[in-house]
Every structure is written in C-alpha cells, then in structure tokens.
Nanobody, 117 residues
Framework: QVQLVESGGGLVQPGGSLRLSCAASGTIFRINAMGWYRQAPGRQRELVASISTISGRTNSADSVKGRFTISRDHGKNTVFLQMDSLKPEDTAVYYC??????????WGQGTQVTVSS
C-alpha cells in the first residue's frame, strides 16, 4: 500500500500564490507518475497537472498553464504544485494522485484551496 500525505492548502486572495506538497510512503516498488487533481462543488474531478517519475515529462490542464508548475523530489517520493496568479475559479479540493506498484492509483485525502477576497 502507498500512503499520500498532502499539505499546503489554505485561503488566499486572487493573484496570490500557494504551494502544495504530497509525500508518498509505504510499500513502494515503483512510482510511474504523480499528479494533482481538483474537484470543485458540483463538478467532476479534473486533472490539474502530472509528472512522470521516469521521464520527468509534465502535463497540465489548459486552465492552469503558465500559472501552475508541478515538480518532484525523486529521492523523497514527493511532488509539489506551485500555484501562482490564483483565481477564484481555482477554488477546489486538491487531491494528490500516485500511479505505482505497478499501475495502481492511490489518492490523498485532499486539501482545500480557497481563492477569495
């Protein structure tokens, strides 16, 4: 089993920044990719950004391109999401995702991000 622990959510004003962190622990044989999804009230969960732990290639939603940056600390099985120029429409619960062992999906408990003045 893989456990994911997220941190870094909170309340921020429009135009502000937040940095989310997610650390994977437990029985890890191989991590293929890690990423962030979000779910706003009344909406489906959507991919925000992901990163391959093998190639380092990243993928992100069009709505966050140029504002959010995903990165990883490979040695610590940790992924980060730097969120800049935040907008009210970025308000959601953000979930960390890990694809591992060899292709199972694991989820964190979620962290609330609220963008409001």
């Amino acid at each position: 089993q893989v456990q994911l622990v997220e941190s870094g959510g909170g309340l921020v004003q429009p135009g502000g920044s937040l940095r989310l962190s997610c650390a994977a622990s437990g029985t890890i044989f191989r991590i293929n990719a890690m990423g962030w999804y979000r779910q706003a009230p009344g909406r489906q969960r959507e991919l925000v950004a992901s990163i391959s732990t093998i190639s380092g290639r990243t993928n992100s939603a069009d709505s966050v391109k140029g504002r959010f940056t995903i990165s990883r600390d490979h040695g610590k099985n940790t992924v980060f999401l730097q969120m800049d120029s935040l907008k009210p429409e970025d308000t959601a619960v953000y979930y960390c995702n890990c694809n591992a062992n060899p292709y199972a999906n694991y989820w964190g408990q979620g962290t609330q991000v609220t963008v409001s003045s």
